[in-house]
């Protein structure tokens, strides 16, 4: 089972850019989705997280300017950013404790990161 992060890329400040997180591996169901990211120097940061019925929970610092959400039919997790800052600059990570697959129970997987560039 793998995670797939994208859709990172180089922004302006007050931009919007949309992640994607793409499961494969005969998936049988996704549990909670987090968001983290990282930027140079830095330890990793939460950032949000979206659970199986679609519950969110957000870091202090995206509150109200990022939105996590998923597609269960197609086992992909979004991040819809807005209004970037440049502190917003990291790679991000999809991460899932658990996904359930028809090889059985896969725990603690991560998505391989999508560099966010926030710049003038």
């Known amino acids: 089972v793998q995670l797939q992060a994208s859709g990172g890329g180089l922004v302006q400040p007050g931009g919007s850019l949309r992640l994607s997180c793409a499961a494969s591996g005969s998936i049988l169901g996704i549990d909670t989705i987090e968001w983290y990211r990282q930027a140079p120097g830095q330890q990793r940061e939460f950032v949000a997280h979206i659970t199986l019925d679609g519950y969110t929970m957000y870091g202090d610092s995206v509150k109200g300017r990022f939105t996590p959400s998923r597609d269960n039919a197609k086992n992909i997790m979004y991040l819809q950013m807005n209004n970037l800052k440049p502190e917003d600059t990291a790679v991000y990570y999809c991460?899932?404790?658990?996904?359930?697959?028809?090889?059985?129970?896969?725990?603690?997987?991560w998505g391989q990161g999508t560099l966010v560039t926030v710049s003038s």
């Open positions: 991460h899932s404790d658990y996904i359930s697959t028809q090889r059985g129970l896969a725990k603690d997987v």
